[in-house]
């Protein structure tokens, strides 16, 4: 089966732009999550979907990050305006029903540096 | 709140040699753990994992980890590591129910040299 989709692979920006992020998870998962991964450190939640509602956000900056799953299958991560902080790669993973001891299943990141 | 601690940043061993990396979590309930792996140049992959039954878990590659709940550990261990062992390995926990994130810890850099 096709692995969870990301793009675009790599991006560079000034501060204060704005950028998006895609990601199409693996055909009938049912859970979306997004991942920041800064330099050194393991990934760290930003916000998870379930179908196309919003199950966890409580560690997404959301006066500049926002994130849709419309119609529940692809979802799109926008951050605007950027700050240098927010250079990291940023990972989408999904997994079947989102039970605590399923698989996610991680895609292969875009990594963002903001100048 | 849920954390994850490992113990080693960077770890350098010779091909042949016994791996073992240290994981300890810290939870005030039932959990789940994993053991993910980035190779160089690809993206993470479940290596193990363990939610009930048996605490010692065996995955791929020759890998397994053992649970143990008094210490809050779930070290991650290979006999003989070979040079495609080369890897980052990141170890991570939730909740046993319900439907929660995963909170990884910093990662473990493995280099294996002939």
């Known amino acids: 089966e096709a692995g969870v989709a990301q793009s675009p692979r790599y991006k560079i920006i000034e501060k204060r732009q704005s950028v998006a992020f895609w990601c199409n998870p693996i055909?009938?998962?049912?859970?979306l999550y997004w991942y920041q991964q800064i330099l050194g450190q393991g990934p760290k939640l930003l916000i998870q979907?379930?179908?196309?509602?919003?199950?966890?956000d409580s560690q997404l900056p959301k006066d500049r990050f926002s994130a849709e799953r419309l119609k529940g299958v692809d979802s799109t991560l926008k951050i605007q305006p950027a700050k240098l902080e927010d250079s990291a790669v940023y990972l989408c993973a999904s997994s079947s029903t989102g039970g605590g001891g399923e698989t996610q299943y991680f895609g292969p990141g875009t990594r963002l540096l903001v100048l | 709140a849920q954390s994850v601690s490992q113990h080693n940043h960077h770890v350098i061993l010779s091909e042949a040699a016994s791996l073992e990396l240290g994981c300890n979590y810290s939870y005030g309930g039932t959990v789940n753990l994993f053991w993910y792996v980035q190779y160089p140049g690809q993206h993470l992959q479940l290596l193990l994992k363990y939610f009930s039954g048996d605490p010692l878990v065996k995955g791929i590659k020759g890998f397994e980890a053992e649970f143990i709940k008094s210490k809050f550990s779930f070290n991650l261990r290979k006999p003989s590591v070979q040079w495609s062992d080369t890897a980052e390995y990141f170890c991570?926990?939730?909740?046993?129910?319900?439907?929660?994130?995963?909170?990884f810890g910093k990662g473990t850099r493995l280099s294996v040299i002939a």
């Open positions: 979907f379930q179908n196309n509602g919003v199950v966890d």
């Open positions: 055909s009938g998962h049912a859970t």
């Open positions: 991570a926990v939730n909740a046993f129910r319900g439907n929660t994130p995963l909170v």
